[in-house]
T-cell receptor, first 118, second 112 residues
Framework: GAVVSQHPSWVICKSGTSVKIECRSL??????MFWYRQFPKQSLMLMAT?????????EQGVEKDKFLINHASLTLSTLTVTSAHPEDSSFYIC??????????????FGPGTRLTVT | RKEVEQDPGPFNVPEGATVAFNCTYS??????FFWYRQDCRKEPKLLMS???SGNEDGRFTAQLNRASQYISLLIRDSKLSDSATYLC?????????????FGTGTRLTIIP
């Protein structure tokens, strides 16, 4: 099946610093990747859709200047949390959609990055 | 009203039993439907897609009722390894922009 990796798997940073999270599709090219956030005991919430070679599309209420997304190649998208605050502590998960396949809308998820801001 | 609603559980079921989860969605324009499972502190993994005709994958059976905007998942002969949170997921495409909307999940614990 399609494999998506994320790095780092967990990170602790100080308030005010920036953190970059990488999402890679390992065995397929993904023109579209998605970034989600999940707070404890809550559902995954889509933050933004990352499109290779163009600007990301952000969901309502997500600050694009705070959560910078760069989809520089067909296998890599990055999410940078700028000036992180404790309330940004969450589980960040990316997903990618392989082209074709039996279901066009299936998405495969990375293992997630647990961010703790102190 | 939430776009996707699920009974959060928890469901504590003895091993070998049959368990059913239900899910409703509010947007009639939704086009694709899925069940994912998520283990504690892990990413969601696709369990199965859900089709109008109903589909089965081993011990798992999924049903979709578009008229009632209702999705179900049935697990037969439950195993200890089935313990997880099951996420009902709905996909909607709006002017080419697709979006997966997740339910909050139903937590299942299989008891030995």
């Amino acid at each position: 099946g399609a494999v998506v990796s994320q790095h780092p798997s967990w990170v602790i940073c100080k308030s005010g610093t920036s953190v970059k999270i990488e999402c890679r599709s390992l065995d397929f090219q993904a023109t579209t990747m998605f970034w989600y956030r999940q707070f404890p005991k809550q559902s995954l919430m889509l933050m933004a859709t990352s499109n290779e070679g163009s600007k990301a599309t952000y969901e309502q209420g997500v600050e694009k200047d705070k959560f910078l997304i760069n989809h520089a190649s067909l296998t890599l998208s990055t999410l940078t949390v700028t000036s992180a605050h404790p309330e940004d502590s969450s589980f960040y998960i990316c997903s990618a959609r392989p082209p074709g396949g039996t279901s066009y809308y299936e998405q495969y998820f990375g293992p997630g990055t647990r961010l703790t801001v102190t | 009203r939430k776009e996707v609603e699920q009974d959060p559980g928890p469901f504590n079921v003895p091993e070998g039993a049959t368990v059913a989860f239900n899910c409703t969605y509010s947007n009639s324009a939704s086009q694709s439907f899925f069940w994912y499972r998520q283990d504690c502190r892990k990413e969601p993994k696709l369990l199965m897609s859900v089709y109008s005709s109903g589909n089965e994958d081993g011990r798992f059976t999924a049903q979709l009722n578009r008229a009632s905007q209702y999705i179900s998942l049935l697990i037969r002969d439950s195993k200890l390894s089935d313990s997880a949170t099951y996420l009902c997921v709905v996909n909607r495409s709006n002017f080419g922009n697709e979006k997966l909307t997740f339910g909050t999940g139903t937590r299942l614990t299989i008891i030995p």
